[in-house]
């Protein structure tokens, strides 16, 4: 079971990608976790936590940097939302 | 209750007649409908791109209507988003809702647009003369939202 991260609109301008699949890093077992996971990769990888009011959901729900993540998972991140 | 996100345009004429027919218990419809604007933040807007997240985004605005429902006597109530490329004065958004008295009709259609603003994965882009940016999110946005809590 892959772990599938999703980034949106200008988290994905910054990072210059849409979506990847990975399997779950081993010791991750949170958002903040993956979080440090990805700022491993250096460049801009390593702002992401840092984004001002940086969002994240877990399978399609708004959720903080505590919520746990599992293989099979779909994780977003995002800015705050700007419809309406 | 019926959310659709699109990129064609809608007629709210057609929306507000089909939310009504056939049902003579309806009193009171009101609606909300949200365009672009072609100035913001002091700047000119020549058009705007409004990207979402599918799937969170239907799941998002059904639990809005879904909550809408428990708080307010409802008769039904939908959400139309556009997504996509946008100019000025076209429509964004349609949030229409249908009660038998204007009281809890007024009140979920605002509590309905304030908790969009918020809390559905939505993300304008607007490109004026100094180029294109994401649009900010608005502090007045949150506190509007913050009013429905409990």
């Not at chain 2, 909300?32 to 000119?44: E, I, K, T």
């Not at chain 2, 997240?53 to 008769?75: D, F, H, N, S």
């Amino acid at each position: 079971m892959m772990l599938k991260i999703l980034y949106f609109a200008s988290v994905r301008e910054q990072l210059g990608q849409g979506s990847e699949e990975l399997p779950l890093p081993a010791g991750v077992v949170d958002v903040a976790g993956l979080l440090g996971f990805l700022a491993q990769r250096g460049g801009a990888w390593e702002h992401l936590a840092e984004i001002r009011n940086l969002r994240q959901a877990v399978n399609q729900e708004m959720v903080g940097r505590d919520a746990p993540i599992g293989a099979g998972d779909e994780v977003a991140f995002f800015p705050p939302v700007t419809g309406g | 209750m019926m959310v659709r996100v699109q990129e064609a345009d809608f007629d709210v004429g057609s929306e507000l007649a089909a939310l009504r027919r056939d049902r003579p218990q309806i009193g009171a419809l009101v609606s909300f409908v949200g365009v672009v604007r072609a100035a913001s933040d002091g700047a000119g807007v020549s058009e705007m791109t409004l990207e979402h997240y599918p799937g969170m985004t239907e799941k998002a605005l059904a639990a809005m209507v879904g909550e809408a429902g428990r708080r307010w006597k409802l008769i039904d109530a939908i959400v139309i988003h556009r997504v996509g490329r946008l100019l000025p004065g076209d429509q964004i958004v349609l949030v229409a809702v249908a009660g038998a008295h204007r009281g809890e009709a007024f009140a979920a259609c605002e509590f309905l647009i304030d908790y969009l603003k918020t809390r559905a994965p939505f993300w304008k882009r607007e490109v004026t003369p100094q180029g294109a940016r994401w649009v900010a999110a608005r502090a007045s946005d949150d506190q509007a939202a913050e009013r429905w809590r409990d």
